[in-house]
């Protein structure tokens, strides 16, 4: 079985996120929001690369956002060391993705596969803007950014328990 250049694309993200975070924390500005930038910029790539080259997999559609939520976990987490954004920040992201992950697991093993939607991906494209904003220190944009991503978080998950309850997945 071979990897997939998408799914090594994937790899690589991952592979930078304990550079992004060295970087963060030692007020690298310039480097941390290249690495950044590069994870964003990677982020979007593989899933091109993976439908163009045809090589859609179901390792590479478990790992892509699963390294996706460690990016922006372990991203948030220097953040919150550097006292740019506060824990509470931190819990109201990772609680809206477990759930909503939660959810579509859910689903999926009722046969029901639910796809992004829309708002969902305007919130990831938010939060990615917001962590390069805090990775090149202009924090108040960043933190602003970050927020309204927030509220855009828990709308588009509101939209995975609409489905949810109208599918009645809980029976």
């Not at 819990?91 to 093993?109: A, C, G, Q």
């Not at 596969?113 to 708002?119: R, T």
């Amino acid at each position: 079985m071979s990897i997939g250049l998408a799914n090594l694309i994937t790899l690589s993200r991952l592979a930078l996120i304990p550079f992004i975070m060295y970087f963060i924390l030692n007020d690298k500005y310039l480097i941390s929001g290249v690495l950044v930038l590069l994870a964003i910029i990677s982020d979007y790539l593989d899933g091109i690369v993976a439908r163009l080259s045809n090589d859609v997999t179901k390792h590479g559609e478990l790992l892509d956002p699963a390294v996706d939520k460690i990016f922006t976990v372990s991203v948030l987490t220097a953040f919150v060391s550097k006292h740019y954004i506060s824990p509470f920040e931190v819990f109201l992201i990772v609680s809206r993705e477990m759930l909503v992950t939660w959810v579509r697991s859910v689903m999926v093993n009722k046969g029901i596969v639910i796809p992004a939607f829309f708002l969902g991906k305007v919130k990831t494209t938010l939060q990615l803007v917001a962590i390069l904003l805090l990775a090149v220190n202009f924090i108040d944009y960043g933190k602003i950014l970050l927020w309204f991503s927030i509220f855009v978080a828990y709308i588009s998950g509101f939209e995975y328990f609409l489905v949810f309850y109208r599918e009645k997945a809980w029976k």
